[in-house]
């Protein structure tokens, strides 16, 4: 047997080289889409982002990682009610107990120095009213003509 020389690679058609093309422009879209669904705080679906990208639902069921993030973007909005706030602007689950024990320590504060001006008022006020019944001058007690 002879041996052939060997063949070389053959150039991409160029409905492949479109079709690629095609394929990449359309996960750019719908990338886009759903990057400004996010950040315009708009509920991220998938009927959302094919609409904003002008592609069809099917085909983002078949990207996985557009669809795993529409859905971790859908799941982490849906739980929070009123206003759909963008992914990038919520709060981590560590920043809210920050707050959260900020707060709580404010509110002991206060409670504290409420009770120390409760303590003071009622002072002040008993020191009134041992200097009026000092001098006679009792409210409390009916003057004698």
Known sequence: MTEQPPVPPEAPAPLAIAAARRHELTRARAIQALRELDRAGAPVTFAAVAAAAGISRS??????????????????????PGVPVPAGQRPTDASQRARLTAALQRNQ???????????????????QRTTRTRSGNNPDRPEHP
């Open 59 to 80: 085909w983002l069921y078949t990207q996985p990682d557009i669809r795993d993030q529409i859905q971790r973007l859908r799941d982490s909005t849906s739980s929070i």
């Open 109 to 127: 504060a206060l409670a504290d120095e409420n009770a120390r001006l409760r303590r003071q008022l009622a002072r002040a006020l008993g020191d």
